[in-house]
Protein backbone atom coordinates (compact mmCIF):
# COMPACT_ATOMS: atom_id res chain seq x y z
CA UNK A 1 0.00 0.00 0.00
CA UNK A 2 3.07 2.36 0.65
CA UNK A 3 4.33 1.45 -2.50
CA UNK A 4 0.70 2.44 -4.54
CA UNK A 5 0.28 5.77 -2.31
CA UNK A 6 4.10 7.12 -3.61
CA UNK A 7 3.05 5.89 -7.35
CA UNK A 8 -0.04 8.14 -6.72
CA UNK A 9 2.14 10.74 -5.76
CA UNK A 10 4.13 11.35 -8.13
CA UNK A 11 1.19 10.75 -11.04
CA UNK A 12 0.11 13.89 -8.87
CA UNK A 13 3.68 15.45 -9.63
CA UNK A 14 3.84 14.86 -13.08
CA UNK A 15 0.55 16.37 -13.81
CA UNK A 16 1.31 19.72 -15.62
CA UNK A 17 -1.58 20.71 -17.31
CA UNK A 18 -3.88 21.00 -14.43
CA UNK A 19 -2.97 23.07 -11.24
CA UNK A 20 -3.28 21.63 -8.06
CA UNK A 21 -6.11 22.45 -6.07
CA UNK A 22 -6.14 24.57 -3.12
CA UNK A 23 -7.17 21.86 -1.20
CA UNK A 24 -5.69 18.70 -1.33
CA UNK A 25 -7.56 15.49 0.62
CA UNK A 26 -5.98 11.77 0.83
CA UNK A 27 -8.59 9.37 1.70
CA UNK A 28 -7.19 5.96 3.38
CA UNK A 29 -9.80 3.94 4.00
CA UNK A 30 -9.57 0.87 6.09
CA UNK A 31 -5.68 -0.32 5.77
CA UNK A 32 -5.76 -3.11 7.84
CA UNK A 33 -7.98 -4.56 5.34
CA UNK A 34 -5.08 -5.66 3.23
CA UNK A 35 -2.26 -5.91 5.34
CA UNK A 36 -1.08 -8.28 8.17
CA UNK A 37 -0.12 -6.77 11.95
CA UNK A 38 3.28 -6.26 11.48
CA UNK A 39 2.76 -4.15 7.83
CA UNK A 40 0.33 -1.90 9.84
CA UNK A 41 3.06 -1.00 12.13
CA UNK A 42 5.03 -0.37 9.47
CA UNK A 43 2.31 1.30 7.07
CA UNK A 44 1.97 4.08 10.20
CA UNK A 45 5.20 4.76 10.89
CA UNK A 46 6.47 5.30 7.20
CA UNK A 47 3.14 6.99 5.53
CA UNK A 48 3.71 10.97 7.62
CA UNK A 49 7.04 10.84 6.06
CA UNK A 50 5.67 9.55 3.00
CA UNK A 51 3.17 12.60 2.62
CA UNK A 52 4.89 15.67 4.71
CA UNK A 53 6.34 17.41 2.12
CA UNK A 54 2.43 17.41 -0.15
CA UNK A 55 2.56 18.19 -3.77
CA UNK A 56 5.64 19.74 -5.23
CA UNK A 57 6.29 19.46 -9.00
CA UNK A 58 9.30 20.10 -11.16
CA UNK A 59 7.35 23.47 -12.60
CA UNK A 60 7.36 24.85 -8.48
CA UNK A 61 3.99 24.48 -8.05
CA UNK A 62 3.23 23.12 -4.20
CA UNK A 63 -0.02 22.47 -2.57
CA UNK A 64 0.18 20.66 1.00
CA UNK A 65 -1.78 17.04 1.00
CA UNK A 66 -4.25 16.72 3.79
CA UNK A 67 -4.82 12.95 4.33
CA UNK A 68 -7.56 10.81 6.35
CA UNK A 69 -7.18 7.69 7.71
CA UNK A 70 -10.29 5.41 8.85
CA UNK A 71 -9.42 2.53 10.72
CA UNK A 72 -10.51 0.12 13.32
CA UNK A 73 -7.08 -1.77 13.79
CA UNK A 74 -5.49 -1.40 17.57
CA UNK A 75 -2.15 -1.63 15.84
CA UNK A 76 -2.22 1.12 13.76
CA UNK A 77 -3.43 3.44 16.40
CA UNK A 78 -1.19 2.40 19.02
CA UNK A 79 1.31 3.70 16.75
CA UNK A 80 -0.20 7.16 15.43
CA UNK A 81 0.10 10.38 17.64
CA UNK A 82 -2.32 11.22 20.00
CA UNK A 83 -2.66 14.09 18.80
CA UNK A 84 -3.52 13.23 15.07
CA UNK A 85 -6.72 10.56 16.18
CA UNK A 86 -10.21 11.44 15.85
CA UNK A 87 -12.67 8.75 17.82
CA UNK A 88 -15.65 8.24 16.35
CA UNK A 89 -18.68 6.96 18.19
CA UNK A 90 -22.15 5.92 16.87
CA UNK A 91 -24.81 7.16 19.57
CA UNK A 92 -28.99 6.18 18.68
CA UNK A 93 -29.75 4.99 15.05
CA UNK A 94 -28.44 7.83 13.14
CA UNK A 95 -25.97 9.75 14.70
CA UNK A 96 -22.14 9.69 15.17
CA UNK A 97 -19.79 11.81 17.35
CA UNK A 98 -16.62 12.78 16.43
CA UNK A 99 -13.62 13.64 19.39
CA UNK A 100 -10.78 14.73 18.85
CA UNK A 101 -8.11 12.79 21.30
CA UNK A 102 -6.03 15.95 21.79
CA UNK A 103 -8.87 17.71 23.73
CA UNK A 104 -8.02 15.47 26.75
CA UNK A 105 -5.09 17.39 27.37
CA UNK A 106 -7.39 20.02 28.79
CA UNK A 107 -9.49 17.64 30.74
CA UNK A 108 -5.58 16.91 32.08
CA UNK A 109 -4.60 20.76 32.56
CA UNK A 110 -3.22 20.51 36.48
CA UNK A 111 -2.15 16.73 36.38
CA UNK A 112 -0.01 16.34 32.92
CA UNK A 113 1.97 13.84 34.49
CA UNK A 114 -1.48 12.01 34.80
CA UNK A 115 -2.01 12.58 30.80
CA UNK A 116 1.80 11.35 29.58
CA UNK A 117 1.20 8.24 31.24
CA UNK A 118 -2.21 7.99 29.96
CA UNK A 119 -0.86 8.38 26.38
CA UNK A 120 2.30 6.63 26.89
CA UNK A 121 0.34 3.18 28.24
CA UNK A 122 -2.47 3.13 25.54
CA UNK A 123 -0.27 4.31 22.41
CA UNK A 124 1.85 1.19 23.34
CA UNK A 125 -0.08 -1.91 24.76
CA UNK A 126 -3.65 -0.53 25.13
CA UNK A 127 -5.00 0.59 21.93
CA UNK A 128 -7.92 -2.01 21.42
CA UNK A 129 -9.97 0.12 24.20
CA UNK A 130 -10.42 2.82 21.31
CA UNK A 131 -12.61 0.11 19.20
CA UNK A 132 -14.50 -1.60 22.59
CA UNK A 133 -18.40 -0.99 23.53
CA UNK A 134 -17.55 -2.31 26.87
CA UNK A 135 -14.75 -2.15 29.54
CA UNK A 136 -13.32 -4.21 32.05
CA UNK A 137 -10.01 -2.07 34.11
CA UNK A 138 -8.11 -4.36 36.10
CA UNK A 139 -5.26 -4.33 38.45
CA UNK A 140 -3.23 -7.26 37.75
CA UNK A 141 -1.82 -10.18 35.81
CA UNK A 142 -3.43 -12.35 37.95
CA UNK A 143 -7.13 -11.07 36.81
CA UNK A 144 -5.97 -10.19 33.49
CA UNK A 145 -5.31 -14.05 33.30
CA UNK A 146 -8.38 -15.09 35.01
CA UNK A 147 -11.17 -12.58 33.95
CA UNK A 148 -11.91 -14.47 30.56
CA UNK A 149 -12.35 -17.81 32.18
CA UNK A 150 -14.24 -16.23 34.45
CA UNK A 151 -16.65 -14.27 31.68
CA UNK A 152 -16.73 -17.82 30.18
CA UNK A 153 -17.67 -19.39 33.51
CA UNK A 154 -20.65 -17.07 33.63
CA UNK A 155 -21.75 -17.27 30.72
CA UNK A 156 -21.99 -21.65 30.90
CA UNK A 157 -24.15 -20.70 33.63
CA UNK A 158 -26.21 -18.25 32.35
CA UNK A 159 -26.67 -20.42 29.37
CA UNK A 160 -28.40 -23.00 31.59
CA UNK A 161 -30.41 -21.24 32.87
CA UNK A 162 -31.89 -19.21 29.86
CA UNK A 163 -32.24 -23.00 28.31
CA UNK A 164 -34.00 -24.79 31.53
CA UNK A 165 -36.43 -21.10 31.34
CA UNK A 166 -37.04 -21.80 27.46
CA UNK A 167 -36.41 -18.06 27.44
CA UNK A 168 -36.72 -16.20 23.91
CA UNK A 169 -35.30 -12.64 24.97
CA UNK A 170 -31.96 -11.24 23.83
CA UNK A 171 -29.80 -12.88 25.68
CA UNK A 172 -26.03 -12.17 24.58
CA UNK A 173 -22.99 -14.02 26.19
CA UNK A 174 -20.15 -11.58 27.77
CA UNK A 175 -17.88 -13.53 25.44
CA UNK A 176 -19.86 -12.39 22.31
CA UNK A 177 -19.99 -8.91 23.37
CA UNK A 178 -17.29 -6.48 22.40
CA UNK A 179 -15.54 -5.83 25.58
CA UNK A 180 -11.94 -4.83 26.10
CA UNK A 181 -10.12 -5.88 29.24
CA UNK A 182 -6.99 -3.47 30.26
CA UNK A 183 -4.83 -4.09 32.78
CA UNK A 184 -4.19 -0.42 34.75
CA UNK A 185 -2.54 -1.54 37.67
CA UNK A 186 -3.27 0.67 40.84
CA UNK A 187 -4.37 3.86 38.19
CA UNK A 188 -7.75 3.14 37.57
CA UNK A 189 -8.61 6.69 39.14
CA UNK A 190 -5.79 8.27 36.21
CA UNK A 191 -8.71 6.83 33.36
CA UNK A 192 -11.60 8.58 34.67
CA UNK A 193 -11.16 11.20 32.23
CA UNK A 194 -10.45 8.80 29.42
CA UNK A 195 -13.31 6.65 30.41
CA UNK A 196 -15.85 9.71 30.56
CA UNK A 197 -14.15 10.64 26.68
CA UNK A 198 -14.90 7.00 25.17
CA UNK A 199 -18.95 6.94 26.89
CA UNK A 200 -18.83 3.04 27.04
CA UNK A 201 -19.92 1.07 29.57
CA UNK A 202 -16.77 0.71 31.83
CA UNK A 203 -16.41 -1.98 35.15
CA UNK A 204 -12.96 -1.58 37.48
CA UNK A 205 -12.77 -4.56 39.35
CA UNK A 206 -9.77 -3.06 42.24
CA UNK A 207 -8.55 -4.26 45.47
CA UNK A 208 -9.79 -3.42 49.06
CA UNK A 209 -6.13 -2.98 49.82
CA UNK A 210 -7.17 -3.08 53.70
CA UNK A 211 -4.55 -1.90 56.22
CA UNK A 212 -4.25 -1.38 60.07
CA UNK A 213 -3.41 1.57 62.36
CA UNK A 214 0.43 1.32 61.81
CA UNK A 215 -0.87 1.74 58.13
CA UNK A 216 0.78 -1.66 56.69
CA UNK A 217 -1.76 -4.18 55.14
CA UNK A 218 -3.47 -6.73 57.11
CA UNK A 219 -6.56 -8.83 57.08
CA UNK A 220 -9.71 -7.05 56.62
CA UNK A 221 -11.33 -8.32 60.24
CA UNK A 222 -8.41 -6.21 61.99
CA UNK A 223 -8.32 -2.76 59.56
CA UNK A 224 -8.71 0.32 59.93
CA UNK A 225 -8.63 1.86 56.65
CA UNK A 226 -7.63 0.79 53.13
CA UNK A 227 -5.31 2.15 51.05
CA UNK A 228 -6.90 2.23 47.37
CA UNK A 229 -6.55 5.77 46.32
CA UNK A 230 -9.57 4.48 43.07
CA UNK A 231 -11.62 4.14 46.07
CA UNK A 232 -11.18 7.13 47.33
CA UNK A 233 -11.49 8.96 43.96
CA UNK A 234 -14.58 7.07 42.51
CA UNK A 235 -16.64 6.74 46.29
CA UNK A 236 -15.79 10.26 47.37
CA UNK A 237 -13.88 9.21 50.77
CA UNK A 238 -15.82 7.38 52.40
CA UNK A 239 -14.56 5.16 55.41
CA UNK A 240 -13.93 1.39 55.32
CA UNK A 241 -17.31 0.94 57.01
CA UNK A 242 -18.95 2.50 54.64
CA UNK A 243 -17.30 0.31 52.07
CA UNK A 244 -18.24 -2.51 54.13
CA UNK A 245 -22.10 -1.63 53.58
CA UNK A 246 -22.20 -0.68 50.16
CA UNK A 247 -24.59 -2.52 47.45
CA UNK A 248 -23.80 -2.37 44.00
CA UNK A 249 -26.18 0.00 43.48
CA UNK A 250 -23.93 2.21 45.53
CA UNK A 251 -21.05 1.51 43.09
CA UNK A 252 -22.78 2.79 40.15
CA UNK A 253 -21.84 5.95 38.85
CA UNK A 254 -21.80 8.91 36.45
CA UNK A 255 -19.93 11.90 35.46
CA UNK A 256 -21.49 14.99 36.27
CA UNK A 257 -19.89 18.25 36.11
CA UNK A 258 -16.37 16.71 36.41
CA UNK A 259 -17.66 14.67 39.61
CA UNK A 260 -18.74 11.12 40.20
CA UNK A 261 -22.02 10.83 41.45
CA UNK A 262 -23.47 7.55 42.16
CA UNK A 263 -26.80 6.70 40.02
CA UNK A 264 -28.63 3.80 39.45
CA UNK A 265 -27.78 4.09 35.60
CA UNK A 266 -24.37 4.71 36.08
CA UNK A 267 -22.66 3.91 33.17
CA UNK A 268 -19.11 2.94 35.52
CA UNK A 269 -19.49 0.42 38.25
CA UNK A 270 -16.18 0.00 40.69
CA UNK A 271 -16.35 -3.83 42.36
CA UNK A 272 -14.40 -4.79 45.33
CA UNK A 273 -13.71 -7.66 48.05
CA UNK A 274 -16.81 -7.85 50.00
CA UNK A 275 -17.95 -10.12 52.44
CA UNK A 276 -19.01 -13.33 51.37
CA UNK A 277 -19.20 -16.66 53.16
CA UNK A 278 -18.42 -15.09 56.41
CA UNK A 279 -15.16 -13.49 55.62
CA UNK A 280 -14.01 -9.90 53.88
CA UNK A 281 -10.99 -10.53 51.65
CA UNK A 282 -8.73 -7.80 50.84
CA UNK A 283 -7.36 -9.01 47.66
CA UNK A 284 -8.46 -11.08 44.46
CA UNK A 285 -6.33 -14.37 46.09
CA UNK A 286 -7.62 -14.67 49.65
CA UNK A 287 -11.40 -13.88 48.09
CA UNK A 288 -10.89 -16.83 45.64
CA UNK A 289 -8.80 -19.14 47.95
CA UNK A 290 -11.45 -18.86 50.90
CA UNK A 291 -14.25 -19.36 48.49
CA UNK A 292 -12.25 -22.41 47.09
CA UNK A 293 -10.35 -23.74 49.63
CA UNK A 294 -10.68 -27.38 48.77
CA UNK A 295 -10.36 -27.08 44.95
CA UNK A 296 -6.87 -25.80 45.94
CA UNK A 297 -6.25 -28.18 48.52
CA UNK A 298 -7.22 -31.00 46.46
CA UNK A 299 -4.70 -30.02 43.64
CA UNK A 300 -2.39 -28.81 45.86
CA UNK A 301 0.69 -31.26 44.85
CA UNK A 302 0.46 -29.95 41.22
CA UNK A 303 -0.01 -26.50 41.86
CA UNK A 304 3.36 -25.37 41.26
CA UNK A 305 2.93 -21.73 41.88
CA UNK A 306 2.22 -22.15 46.19
CA UNK A 307 4.87 -23.13 48.38
CA UNK A 308 4.17 -24.48 52.48
CA UNK A 309 1.17 -26.47 50.95
CA UNK A 310 0.40 -28.37 54.22
CA UNK A 311 -0.94 -24.71 55.46
CA UNK A 312 -4.06 -25.60 53.31
CA UNK A 313 -4.23 -28.98 55.59
CA UNK A 314 -4.64 -26.69 58.95
CA UNK A 315 -8.05 -24.92 59.42
CA UNK A 316 -6.54 -22.50 61.45
CA UNK A 317 -4.68 -21.07 58.59
CA UNK A 318 -7.26 -18.39 56.96
CA UNK A 319 -7.20 -17.47 53.52
CA UNK A 320 -5.55 -14.40 54.41
CA UNK A 321 -2.69 -16.00 55.82
CA UNK A 322 -2.77 -18.63 52.88
CA UNK A 323 -3.06 -15.97 50.25
CA UNK A 324 0.31 -13.70 51.73
CA UNK A 325 2.30 -17.07 52.69
CA UNK A 326 1.13 -19.96 50.32
CA UNK A 327 1.41 -18.15 46.95
CA UNK A 328 4.68 -18.04 45.04
CA UNK A 329 4.01 -16.00 42.01
CA UNK A 330 0.47 -15.04 41.24
CA UNK A 331 0.89 -15.63 37.84
CA UNK A 332 1.78 -19.07 38.54
CA UNK A 333 -0.94 -18.98 41.12
CA UNK A 334 -3.79 -18.17 38.36
CA UNK A 335 -2.03 -20.61 36.13
CA UNK A 336 -2.53 -23.59 38.29
CA UNK A 337 -6.37 -22.64 38.47
CA UNK A 338 -6.73 -22.54 34.73
CA UNK A 339 -4.98 -25.99 34.03
CA UNK A 340 -6.83 -27.84 36.72
CA UNK A 341 -10.35 -26.10 35.97
CA UNK A 342 -12.97 -28.60 34.44
CA UNK A 343 -14.25 -29.08 31.16
CA UNK A 344 -17.46 -26.95 32.20
CA UNK A 345 -15.18 -24.86 35.14
CA UNK A 346 -17.64 -25.90 37.52
CA UNK A 347 -15.30 -26.89 40.23
CA UNK A 348 -14.58 -23.67 41.08
CA UNK A 349 -15.86 -20.44 42.37
CA UNK A 350 -15.98 -16.66 41.13
CA UNK A 351 -15.56 -14.50 44.02
CA UNK A 352 -19.40 -12.16 44.34
CA UNK A 353 -18.01 -9.07 43.91
CA UNK A 354 -16.35 -10.25 40.54
CA UNK A 355 -19.25 -12.02 39.65
CA UNK A 356 -21.87 -9.30 39.93
CA UNK A 357 -20.07 -6.76 38.50
CA UNK A 358 -19.63 -9.10 35.26
CA UNK A 359 -23.38 -9.41 35.26
CA UNK A 360 -24.11 -5.81 35.84
CA UNK A 361 -21.48 -5.57 32.80
CA UNK A 362 -23.49 -7.92 30.43
CA UNK A 363 -26.44 -6.11 30.61
CA UNK A 364 -27.12 -3.63 27.87
Sequence with gaps: MIFEIEILIQEFKREKEKKPADINLLFIEEPEAHTHPQMQYVFIKNIKRLLKDGIQRADGEARSLQYIISTHSSHIVADS????IKYLKKEGDNNVIAKNLKDLKKEYDKKTSQYQFLTQYLTISRAEIFFAEKAVLIEGDTERMLIPTM???????????????????????????????VEVGAYSQIFDKFIEFLGIKTLIITDLDAIGADNKKCEVVNAVAYSNEALSHYFNNPTL????TFS????????????WKNQSNGRLCVVYQTNEADYNARSFE??????NRNFVKNNKADFRGLQNKDYFDNPNKNAYILAQECIKKKTHFALDILYHSDEMLSNWQIPAYIKEGLLWLKQD
Design 81 to 84: DFDD
Design 248 to 259: LQDKLFNNIGGC
Design 286 to 291: DAFIHL
Design 151 to 181: MKKIDIEEAATHKAKSTEDDYLPLLSQNISI
Design 241 to 244: ADLK
